[in-house]
């Protein structure tokens, strides 16, 4: 029976919510699937993902998996692979960086952020974004293992299932490459705002917003008053106004939420490949031609320091009239 | 220090809403796009000269080298000798059928090529903008056993050229990484920020412009003469069979334009009745 293996995402003991979007792309396969967790002090992680319809949940926990370091997890998620047909991760930082090595690993082919999974006679066929989502792809990989990364805006987070998967130990294999790279440290940019990707609502920001002070004056209140995450081109990352990981983009995050914001951001379109699929789109924008307004649902037209400002008082009101 | 950067030609990336799909979704048409270097490719280019020279005096360390590599067709020597230009030494070029690539069977001539160019280093981008994949710097490492780091956004060369330390753009935050080379990176938009690149042979209180450099007049002409080694992907004897099978390919869903609002008053009202989001 052909079988789903689901690499989850931890990260200092947490499962993350990335893993969840694995277990739709399974799901949405309709195969049976077991789920591998790998980290340290990955416990609780492995009880909670118990809860949605696994086979088995398998736990490989080591200090040496104490941080990320793909040189060290890959062999382990490759022993633990074999005889699964499909080996699926999210396309997070984490999956992008992890899939692959294990690919290679079991000399099978990849496919990378795919948005779709069909199965008709026992064959699966992949839809994958291409040219910053200008193109879509339909494609099969004709390894007889398969590793693929699911693309976290497509597949909605799974809700648990009820039941209870056995849990079972995975063995930990030794990395050959661990001495010849070290892990020095994480600098986290920590923030009580919703992640990116898993937010309902998303106002970015971007070069017009001129500092840092442009983004903390103007741009956060309104992200605050919405409840939202906040992201940002390319343009205000580069310059340094904003953490390098609130950008959104092909080469950045991507993100489908039910509104997003754009403020002051001029649609390039490597920064629409990463925002196009939200539910709604505003566009703020002193330029009426700004390509932005090509897929806005409401575009004004109008500058980001008065209209911005008004926005937050008026979400602020409806707030507090409840 | 030799390194050795692989480099994709892509349809002009800013322009990628303009393909078309050709014969009933079987193929993805770039004709009219300019090609170009894939620009992650050329981040690597500049990364890695930043490695070999003192960005000050414009002098290369001595015995160091670049070396680009390129699998496509023959025109890709246009974008090579482009990438010579602003420094690199030689190019290779194996000439190859794009749609017969995938990024395992790059990965797999590659790992190639560096066991016949025995670099201490493969800087490449971490993707190319046209197929989106970011697989074939991880790949590599694997197939290599080399140590590695991805989505890289600064490093730092040990004075003894014998480490590096990768700060990796992760979700959440910087991972940093010291590895021992010889060793594989994939580089991120911020590697050609002002500081993003120390060697120590360049003074710390040099200020590299943002961006890959450009090229004056005399480094075009001099590029010139700088030999490109053709070559077929045969000749690396890997086998050239695809472990991906694409299909067939469709433009996506296009998203109509919506109104223009005449002040926040009506965004606001057209956000709570019309949309229902706020
Ligand atoms: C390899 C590569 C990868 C890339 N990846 C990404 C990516 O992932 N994500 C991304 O976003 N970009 C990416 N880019 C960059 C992209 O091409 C654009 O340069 C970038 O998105 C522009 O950012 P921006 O809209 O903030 O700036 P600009 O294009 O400069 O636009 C600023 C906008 O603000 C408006 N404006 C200015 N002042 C005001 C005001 N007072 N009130 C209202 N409006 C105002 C202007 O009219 C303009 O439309 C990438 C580029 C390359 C080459």
Known sequence: MSKILIVAEVAAGKLKRTTHSSITFARSAGL????????????????????????VVKVADDAAFANYVGEVYAPTVAEAAKGYVVVVVTASSFGKDLAPRVAARLGAGFASDVAGV????????????MYAGNAIAMMQITSETQVVSARQSEFEAAAPSGGLSALETASTVAAPLAGRVEFLSFDEVKSAR??????????SGGRSLKS????????????????????????????????NDLQVGQTGKVVAPKLYVAVGISGAIQHIAGMKNSKVIVAINKDAEAPIFQLADYGLVGDLFKAVPELTEAVKKIRAEG | MKILVPLKRTADPDNANKIKIGAGGAKIETTGLEPKANPFDEYAVEASLRLLENGQTKVRIAGDKLTIASFGPKEAATNIRQALAMGADDGLLFL??????DGDLIARALAKVVEQQMPDL?????????????????????LLQWPSATFAMSMELSADKKTVIVG???????IKLRLTLPAVITVDLRIVAPKSVVNHVTPATFTYPDGARFTPLPMIIKAKSKPIVEASLASLGVDTALKSKYLSFALPPARKGGVKVKDVAELVQKLRTEAKVL
């Open chain 1, 212 to 243: 840092v002070e442009g983004f903390k004056t103007v741009l956060e209140p309104l992200v605050d008053v919405m409840g939202a995450a906040m992201g940002a081109s390319r343009a205000a990352v580069d310059a340094g106004y904003v953490p």
């Open chain 2, 168 to 174: 990796r753009e992760v979700d959440g935050g910087v």
């Open chain 1, 118 to 129: 069909e199965v008709a006679g026992g064959v699966l066929t992949y839809k994958r974004p």
């Open chain 1, 194 to 203: 919703p992640e990116l990707a898993e937010a309902k609502v998303v106002v």
């Open chain 2, 96 to 101: 190859s059928d794009d749609n017969a690539l």
């Open chain 2, 122 to 142: 493969v800087v490449l981008g971490k993707q190319a903008v046209d197929g989106d994949s970011n697989q074939v710097g991880q790949i590599l490492a694997e």
């Open chain 1, 32 to 55: 049976p699937f077991d789920v591998l967790v790998v980290g340290q002090h990955v416990g609780t992680a492995a009880e909670e993902l118990r809860g949605f319809g696994a086979g």
